[in-house]
């Protein structure tokens, strides 16, 4: 059974950081990209945040939180991570893990970024 199971997230200052974590676990986790997406609201369409290679050694952001997030991966752990600093107010949505192309999404984990 493919699962992805997304954690870490929580309520925050503006400023503050968070490491987000999905394990996966039903699939070869090592042969897939992967990617963190978010959704801000409900009725929105989710958003690509960072994609990682399989192997770690690429990664890609979305112009929103380059600079300020990063995306790695232990595929000895089937982890991936997505490390957010300098959070702001906008930075808030469910966040989800993604095998690209598998089709495979987690529950979410949900980032409340306010004062």
């Known amino acids: 059974q493919v699962q992805l199971v997304e954690s870490g997230g929580g309520l925050v200052q503006p400023g503050g950081s968070l490491r987000l974590s999905c394990v996966a676990s039903g699939f070869t986790f090592s042969i897939y990209a992967m990617n963190w997406y978010r959704r801000q609201g409900s009725g929105k369409g989710r958003e690509l945040v960072a994609?990682?290679?399989?192997?770690?050694?690429?990664?890609d952001y979305a112009d929103s939180v380059k600079g300020r997030f990063t995306i790695s991966r232990d595929n000895a752990k089937k982890t991936l991570y997505l490390q957010m600093n300098s959070l702001k107010t906008e930075d808030t949505a469910v966040y989800y893990c993604n095998a690209a192309g598998a089709g495979f999404w987690g529950q979410g984990t949900q980032v409340t970024v306010s004062s």
């Open positions: 994609t990682i290679t399989s192997a770690g050694g690429s990664t």
